[in-house]
């Protein structure tokens, strides 16, 4: 079945503490991004990814890390997270930029305390 | 910052009746998406328009985009209680942007059984 995973679903940590949310597709995407969504404020880009070792600067980067390494995995990590990072998270793919739908995963809930 | 803006916020309505979401962008556009959210799920990818098409019609879903008033409208028919869900509109601006969604904040539509 196509379709973007992301893990863990659900994941409550402590400020400063490292985590990574990864994020896999099996469709032989191009394209991957990273989105957190807020109440009121919609979804908002992270970062994204064009292809293997490319990846740049959504809307709201700063505390972020990402890395391609393989055209299926584009993992979210927090060095040091902080509170004003608790939100939803959606790992998104698409073939490739340009006329094409993307496909979401089903989020992942982070709280941070 | 945000692109697409959706109106209204809300949209409370009754089983058969038809259902109108306006969307509003400030750039250009190379196309448009719509996309549907079930409460704290991942998007689904409803509609895609180009910005040299006007309209375009998928089952019940029915898109129209005014590039001259940068404005999008997605109509449902003869709607259902499992339509309720959030619907956001989404932006692609192409050029250096290929590929890049800005999302609105989003219309919640509940429909009454």
């Known amino acids: 079945e196509a379709q973007v995973t992301q893990n863990p679903r659900y994941l409550i940590t402590v400020t400063g503490k490292k985590l990574t949310v990864t994020c896999s597709q099996n469709?032989?995407?191009?394209?991957m991004s990273w989105y957190r969504q807020d109440p009121g404020l919609g979804l908002r880009q992270i970062y994204y990814?064009?292809?293997?070792?490319?990846?740049d600067k959504g809307d709201v980067p700063e505390g972020y890390k990402v890395s391609r390494k393989e055209k299926r995995n584009f993992p979210l990590i927090l060095e040091s997270p902080s509170p004003n990072q608790t939100s939803l998270y959606f790992c998104?793919?698409?073939?490739?930029?340009?006329?094409?739908?993307?496909?979401f995963g089903p989020g992942t809930r982070l709280t941070v305390l | 910052s945000q692109q697409g803006e959706e109106d209204p916020q809300a949209l409370s309505i009754q089983e058969g009746e038809n259902a109108t979401m306006n969307c509003s962008y400030k750039?250009?556009?190379?196309?448009l998406q719509w996309y549907r959210q079930n409460s704290g799920r991942g998007l689904v990818h409803l509609i895609l328009?180009?910005?040299?098409?006007r309209e375009k019609h998928s089952g019940r879903l029915r898109v129209t985009l005014d590039t001259s008033k940068k404005s999008s409208s997605l109509l449902i028919t003869a709607s259902r209680a499992a339509d309720t869900a959030s619907y956001f509109c989404?932006?692609?601006?192409?050029?250096?942007?290929?590929?890049?969604?800005?999302f609105g904040q989003g219309t919640i539509l509940t429909v009454h059984p």
């Open positions: 998104a793919s698409s073939f490739s930029t340009g006329y094409n739908e993307q496909f």
């Open positions: 469709m032989n995407h191009e394209y």
């Open positions: 990814s064009m292809n293997v070792e490319v990846t």
């Open positions: 750039t250009s556009i190379n196309n």
């Open positions: 328009i180009r910005s040299n098409e």
């Open positions: 989404a932006t692609d601006a192409g050029g250096t942007s290929y590929g890049k969604l800005t």
